[in-house]
RNA sequence: GGCGGCAUAGCCAAGUGGUAAGGCGACGGAUUGCAAAUCCGUUAUCCCCGGUUCAAGUCCGGGUGCCGCCUCCA
């Protein structure tokens, strides 16, 4: 079975074909920074690295790029309409500047918690005002944009495609418009490429005016095409972006360069809480911060928003992410009785024994994650394993193989704990007194250094072979 | 008003028309010095109403509810 993807362009499940037979050049959408990202919009980033880590699993070398938008959007679109990071600047009594350097700083921090592997590039929209101006330049030239004061506008009747990727008709559109239309447009559903206003901080001097910024839609555009050529195989978003986002970006750079921009447009659904939307009204937009302040770590967050369908709505609960702790807990728990297993500490007596369900399980996590990253149909796979080792249905050539297997497996999920730990000496002494106490049936001194290393995070299990620990979540 | 998505056990969540994966939790039993872990067992008329079919969670029609977009929220 080879990967296949749903594509937002045609509303299908396609075969993946990467232009370029082994690479894959894939554009996320990545975030304005004017704010502290939340559990959110790490779905929409842990999806991205999802994919990008299913594709290296494949063997194909991805070519990933990932926008920090630093040039405020304007809040609304009226003339006196106020950019979000300059609002978020008075709030802070900062300059946009250092709110947009200062959030994408614990952007970066975030993702680094949150195990997500490094774009090839995160280009900044302040950073590419001149490859913008050139697509605006080439639309104008081309009859696609017009200029009327200091703004320019892309004029969606000479881009007959515009609505493709939405669905959503220029007439109902215009039907629907609850905004008050600027009378400099030749039509409402024209969008600005550039935009021309003295109040704004963050600007510009091009032939258009001295206090310039750019249209929103254009940075990925221009820097899409900077750092990964006119056509993408793979571009990504959350599904709001689908429009009006994407649907104009595709408008300007199929205009601008005559080409097919992506091929595929996979977009993540939004993350609801409480079964009901995330706002901030509600107070629910949680943070790392937040999640760690419940006891919960990076590690295990990024379990609880990846093991869903990116698909489907994904309910974030407090319940929900304790769920998802325990779950994870026993993932860490299949890799240590698995390396018991192969170093023949207990398991099946036959080293072979057990190979065809390492092979089944890995089946099962294939299967699933080349049906469009479904990894809540490839989980089973690794818990089938854990069950298999239990049972005592393994042996240890197979639990070797099945720990290479796992190693892989994680280079695609990044939450199981793989590597091996070594407790600090005086853990393993106290673990020796402990025993030393039991065997003196002095139970009363064993269970008070049991629960000193329970409050250290050390769990103590007796088995029939002896004493194991593992470390509490 | 227009466009799109979703609805499966207490909770999370798969499901390719052929008789409901997996996880978390709960309950009963075994095991244990007590626990933990583990083992055995129990825990779903698939939102509602019609229809197509030998057969529907899956297809069709109509409801209801939730989510997103309709000019700058992932």
């Not at 320019?152 to 418009?177: I, M, Q, T």
């Not at 021309?196 to 001097?205: R, T």
């Not at 689908?242 to 921009?261: D, L, N, R, T, Y």
């Not at 091929?263 to 790392?288: A, C, E, I, P, R």
Request: hydrophobic share 40%.
């Amino acid at each position: 079975m080879s990967f296949s993807v749903f594509n937002s362009m045609t509303r299908s499940v396609e075969p993946f074909v990467p232009l370029e037979p082994g690479v894959v050049r894939m554009y996320n959408c990545g975030p304005t920074v004017y704010n502290r990202p939340h559990v959110g919009n790490y779905r929409a980033f842990l999806f991205a690295d999802t994919l990008r880590r299913w594709l290296e699993y494949l063997g194909l070398r991805v070519e990933q790029v990932m926008n920090i938008t630093d040039v405020g959007h304007l809040t609304d679109d009226a003339d006196e309409g106020e950019d979000k990071l300059e609002k978020q600047a008075r709030r802070e009594k900062l300059d946009p500047w250092q709110i947009s350097r200062k959030v994408t700083e614990q952007f970066f921090a975030d993702l680094a918690a949150l195990g997500v592997r490094q774009a090839k590039a995160y280009p900044k929209a302040s950073e590419h005002i001149p490859e913008m101006l050139e697509i605006i330049e080439g639309l104008l030239a081309k009859g696609h944009a017009y200029a009327v004061g200091g703004n320019v506008y892309f004029d969606v009747k000479s881009f007959p495609r515009y609505g493709r990727l939405s669905g959503n008709r220029v007439e109902e559109l215009e039907a629907g418009a609850r905004i008050a239309v600027r009378e400099d447009k030749r039509n409402p559903e024209d969008f600005a490429l550039w935009k021309s206003d003295p109040a704004h901080l963050m600007k510009w001097a091009t032939r258009f005016g001295p206090d310039g910024f750019p249209g929103w839609h254009i940075e990925c555009s221009a820097m899409s095409r900077k750092h990964l050529g006119e056509r993408l195989d793979i571009h990504t978003g959350g599904e709001d972006n689908i429009f009006p986002h994407h649907e104009c970006e595709i408008a300007q750079s199929e205009s601008f360069s005559g080409k097919p921009f992506a091929t595929y447009w996979m977009h993540s659904k939004f993350l609801q809480v409480d079964g009901g939307k995330m706002s901030k009204s509600l107070g629910n937009t949680y943070t790392l911060d937040d999640v760690a302040a419940k006891g919960f770590n990076a590690r295990q967050l990024r379990f609880a928003l990846i093991r869903g369908h990116y698909r489907a709505p994904l309910n974030f609960t407090w319940e929900s992410m304790k769920d998802a702790a325990s779950s994870l807990e026993n993932l860490d728990d299949l890799v240590v009785r698995l390396r018991r297993v192969a170093k023949g500490q207990e398991g099946a007596g036959q080293p072979q024994a057990g190979l065809e369900l390492v092979q089944a399980a890995r089946k099962t996590f294939e299967d699933g994650m080349n049906d469009d990253l479904n990894v809540s149909r490839a989980l089973p796979g690794l818990m089938a394993l854990r069950a298999a080792a239990l049972e005592g249905r393994l042996g240890s050539a197979a639990a070797l193989d099945a720990l290479e297997f796992v190693r892989r497996a994680n280079e695609v999920l990044g939450v199981i704990q793989v590597d091996e730990e070594l407790l600090p000496a005086a853990i393993e002494a106290l673990i020796a007194a402990r025993q030393a106490a039991r065997k003196a049936k002095d139970f009363k001194e064993s269970d008070r250094i049991r629960d000193e290393l329970l409050a250290k995070g050390i769990v103590l299990e007796d088995t029939p072979k002896g004493v194991v620990w593992r470390r509490k979540a």
